[in-house]
């Protein structure tokens, strides 16, 4: 009836659980005797077999389970439509604890599934898990979606939180435009802000890594006005910081990206130096994060401030955790601790590729 276990992905302070049926299927939450629904204005759902119910953290957090209420559908008519019989699947759920949280970061996965996963297994146990990025090699075939879920399903089994980016391949064929169907999104948007614990995080998006008008792209992006209301958005996090990363109880603050827009890239890839420099020193002067997570570089290593890969002045260091080689692939885990963030460098072969404090 599941094609996987559900991924529960944390955007504001709310939980989506998603989840794919294999089969067409009315799908709610039960948490703590409150039930929440997949709908569209009071309708149940059943077109799509990719689900999502929004709940409220603080009440996940609080029950630590939920409940899966399915009834498939025999046949959805204007009168009278026939279901199956209510199956209920229950899920345990470990919210992120206060201190030494561990996470692991997947980006640049490109259609791979066990190599990701076998290096975030070599990292160890994780309280939530950060997908940055091009997991899937581009959005010309739906079926690519379900690697999302199952790499979700494998490291988290529905049990723990994931974090959500997008990536540039990710902008690519003819699913692009309904990406944000297949993902957590904020009312449709891409980038937002997170609460998990003591962490406060921001996705931020910067869509293609060339010009919009780029032949590559055909005329298919318009990211410069994209990355435009996301200074506005900044603006909006700051003006409202003490519901946001000056929120009592955080601890850690953590910008994700896809793109480590700070760096300028070499030609044509050398794009928006004024917008990426105002992210930059809007994040550096007035949300003083702990450390920014990349991937799309397809390297692993610690960028330092004021460093040689530092050209728009960095908000802080900066970790670029992914890379995919021939025969392996690599990525990145953290432990935020109370006095210094770990940084733990794993590939898929079960080996240590190096440690960084931060």
Not at 48 to 77: F, N, Q, T
């Amino acid at each position: 009836m599941l094609k996987t276990a559900p991924a529960v992905f944390a955007v504001g302070n709310e939980y989506q659980i998603m989840v794919t049926t294999t089969k067409p299927a009315l799908l709610s939450v039960l948490i703590e005797n409150e039930e929440y629904f997949d709908e569209s204005n009071g309708i149940m759902r059943s077109l799509s077999d990719l689900h999502r119910v929004s709940v409220p953290m603080d009440a996940l957090d609080r029950a630590g389970e939920y409940i899966l209420r399915l009834r498939p559908i025999i046949e959805r008519k204007p009168y009278f439509t026939e279901t199956e019989a209510l199956v209920e699947i229950p899920f345990a759920f470990y919210p992120v604890p206060k201190e030494n949280i561990r996470a692991y970061h997947i980006a640049d996965a490109h259609n791979r599934i066990s190599e990701p996963v076998a290096a975030a297994k070599a990292f160890g146990e994780i309280d939530f898990l950060i997908l940055n990025g091009d997991v899937i090699n581009h959005s010309g075939d739906p079926s690519k979606f379900d690697n999302i879920y199952e790499i979700c399903a494998r490291l988290t089994g529905g049990s723990k939180p994931v974090v959500f980016s997008r990536g540039n391949h990710d902008m690519r064929g003819n699913y692009a435009e309904r990406f944000a169907d297949y993902t957590p999104n904020a009312q449709g948007r891409t980038y937002y802000s997170f609460r998990l614990g003591s962490i406060w995080g921001v996705l931020l998006d910067c869509g293609e890594d060339k010009a919009d008008d780029h032949a590559e792209y055909g005329y298919t992006v318009c990211c410069h006005a994209f990355r435009q209301r996301q200074t506005v958005f900044l603006h909006r996090l700051i003006a409202e910081k003490e519901k946001e990363y000056a929120a009592d109880g955080i601890t850690h603050r953590l910008v994700i990206s896809h793109v480590p827009f700070a760096h300028r890239m070499a030609e044509p890839f050398d794009i928006e130096e004024a917008i990426y420099t105002e992210w930059s020193k809007l994040l550096r002067e007035e949300v003083h994060p702990n450390v920014m997570i990349c991937g799309h570089v397809h390297r692993l290593g610690v960028w330092e401030m004021g460093g040689s890969h530092d050209n728009y002045g960095q908000p802080c260091p900066v970790v670029v955790g992914s890379k995919p080689g021939k025969e392996y692939w690599a990525g990145c885990g953290y432990i935020f601790g109370r006095e210094k963030t770990q940084v733990i460098f794993t590939d898929s072969t079960g080996a240590v590729l190096g440690e960084e404090i931060i």
